[in-house]
């Protein structure tokens, strides 16, 4: 059995919130532990407390605002978006790595996972040979997400319930996962999922 990195975000943006939420939720090793912004100190510390590592998202965030959160040092902070050109400035406030496209998510979960060719990213984790980037298949996070419910020998009304979709809702996300992953039924389409790395 393998550690799980428990992920955090700082951002004021709920849409890339809910997709990294997403994401990290159907790729194997990770924990979504929840997302803040500057205007919510309490749940900053909450959040930084406790995640083993800390996504920024420094469209939206002062980069400068964090400085006071890193004392403990413990945290990796990885930087999302922002400008390129003031890499030296995200490394001097304790970002210690970046990526400049904030929604290339591989990448993202790439620098979470694996230590950079310069050695600032500091290796939290040694999961090389367990990491599952789901993102890679043709099904949408929702299918994805519904997929990994399914894998859970959840009936139907179950999914429905914790995903808050309609039953009917549900069902179609299964037509298209069975289609896209040509297969017949709930236990052919986990058992391809696992075979191909997505579950």
Excluded at 54 to 81: E, F, M
Excluded at 91 to 99: A, D, N, R, T
Aim: glycine share 6%; with cysteine; hydrophobic share 40%.
């Amino acid at each position: 059995m393998y550690s799980i990195m428990k992920i955090g975000l700082i951002s004021e943006d709920q849409r890339y919130a809910n997709d990294l939420r997403l994401i990290l939720n159907v790729c194997n090793g990770y924990s979504y532990q929840g997302s803040a912004n500057m205007n919510q100190p309490d749940w900053m510390n909450i959040v930084f407390e406790n995640s083993d590592a800390i996504i920024v998202d420094l469209d939206t965030v002062n980069y400068k605002s964090l400085y006071r959160y890193l004392d403990a040092g413990h945290n990796n902070i990885i930087g999302v978006g922002g400008n390129a050109g003031l890499l030296d400035d995200y490394l001097e406030f304790g970002i210690i790595s970046y990526q400049e496209n904030k929604y290339a998510y591989k990448d993202v979960l790439d620098m979470l996972t694996f230590p950079n060719s310069n050695q600032v990213f500091k290796h939290l984790v040694n999961k090389t040979n367990h990491v599952t980037f789901a993102i890679n298949s043709d099904l949408t996070l929702r299918e994805l997400e519904v997929l990994k419910e399914l894998g859970r020998s959840l009936s139907y009304d179950q999914i429905a319930n914790k995903l808050f979709i309609s039953k009917e809702t549900v069902k179609t996300h299964l037509e298209n996962i069975y289609s896209k992953l040509e297969v017949k039924s709930r236990f052919n389409a986990v058992e391809k999922a696992r075979n191909i790395g997505i579950m």
